[in-house]
């Protein structure tokens, strides 16, 4: 097994890619603290680790918060004994311009994202110092790579992540720990189902926001969630610093910066871009 007995704390695991990441880091034998800032949800996620027999705890944290992020460190040295491995996954979109985003939003998405991040890796690092090494992962996204439209607050926040993560890689790399982060591209995930499920026809709108893909399709959270894994596995052993972009060609088929998004051939927006406005999220 590729992380026997490693100790990993996932935030988001409530659902999509925590939830993936801890299932598939959990069947390749880590020991896995659940976090999620919605209670029942990061313990369904312990509760289906237990059913197969896997060693997990749940924790509630709102990664913004100080002592909750000091709560979920403290939870799983007391649960585990040590901390392996850290995956700052929790995240939140807006889709707004700069000039459009109210001050809050702007507020919001970068505390979750980028304070998430901080705080994770300001309150893990100790212990991680204290065992001879440890991996950190961060979720960032191809909307801190490239221009987004309406992607104002969350594009700068996941740019911000990415740069944070060399900070971390290189401040870290003489005391063995690597510090690595994910650009997804637009994933399949629960939340992006709902809005779908909100049009008249989602069928339709399904296919519209796949024809902006340039292989037809969606991103799985498994498949980002098996990135992670070799990431965090000793395959990894001489990756640190970089950005893993898991985007199915998304960001090599940008053609158009002032348009609606990337793909091949530029079409026009679908209501799921809509409705991703008014809900505030982000398909990225």
């Not at 999620?36 to 990061?42: N, R």
């Not at 985007?247 to 088929?253: C, F, M, N, R, S």
Request: charged share 20%; proline share 4%; aromatic share 4%.
């Amino acid at each position: 097994m590729r992380l026997q007995d490693r100790v990993t704390i996932i935030t988001g695991a409530g659902s999509g890619i925590g939830r993936a990441m801890a299932s598939i880091f959990a069947q390749e034998g880590a020991r896995v603290l659940a976090v999620d800032v919605d209670e029942g949800a990061a313990a369904e996620t312990r509760r289906l680790l237990a059913e197969r027999g896997q060693e997990a705890a749940s924790y509630t944290a709102d990664v913004r918060l100080t002592d909750d992020v000091r709560g979920m460190i403290t939870t799983a040295m007391e649960h585990f004994g040590h901390i392996d491995i850290l995956c700052n996954n929790a995240g939140i979109g807006s889709t707004q311009s700069v000039a459009e985003t109210p001050e809050d939003v702007w507020e919001n998405v970068f505390a979750v994202n980028v304070r998430g991040c901080y705080l994770g890796c300001k309150y893990a690092i100790p212990h991680m110092l204290a065992a001879g090494g440890g991996v950190i992962i961060n979720m960032a996204s191809v909307g801190g790579m490239v221009g987004l439209k309406n992607r104002a607050a969350y594009s700068a926040a996941k740019g911000a992540i990415i740069s944070l993560t060399r900070s971390v890689a290189i401040n870290y790399v003489q005391q063995q720990i690597r510090c690595t982060c994910i650009c997804p591209g637009t994933v399949d995930s629960p939340w992006v189902q709902r809005l779908l499920d909100e049009a008249p026809d989602p069928a339709a709108e399904r296919a519209a926001l796949q024809a902006r893909q340039p292989m037809g399709r969606l991103g799985l959270p498994e498949e980002i969630a098996k990135a992670a894994l070799y990431l965090a596995s000793d395959d990894a052993a001489f990756i640190t610093g970089t950005s893993l972009v898991i985007d199915g060609g998304l960001t090599a088929a940008w053609t158009d910066p002032g348009g609606d998004g990337p793909g091949p051939a530029q079409p026009a927006s679908c209501g799921y871009e809509q409705r991703l406005h008014q809900a505030g999220g982000t398909s990225m």
